[in-house]
């Protein structure tokens, strides 16, 4: 899988966690939830996101990458 798809796929389970265990455990992990969007609407703005980097340290390769 390429980093852009990693990228969507933890955001939405980051998402996803959150709402349920803010909506089943506390309301603080509704924090957890407005992070990742605040984060995702950064990223669309600067074209630069933290887990892109990570991502990368993991081995993760860009779309279209071709060895």
């Known amino acids: 899988m390429n980093i ?3 990228l969507r796929l ?3 389970v980051v998402v996803t966690a959150s709402v349920a265990l ?11 939830t407005a992070f990742a ?10 074209n630069w996101c933290p887990m892109v980097w ?3 340290k993991l081995g993760a390769k860009p779309a279209g990458y071709r060895p």
């Open 4 to 6: 852009e798809r990693w």
């Open 10 to 12: 933890i955001a939405g």
């Open 22 to 32: 803010g909506m089943l455990v506390n309301h603080r992990w509704f924090y957890l």
């Open 37 to 46: 969007g605040l984060n995702l609407l950064q990223s669309g703005f600067t």
């Open 54 to 56: 990570v991502l990368q």
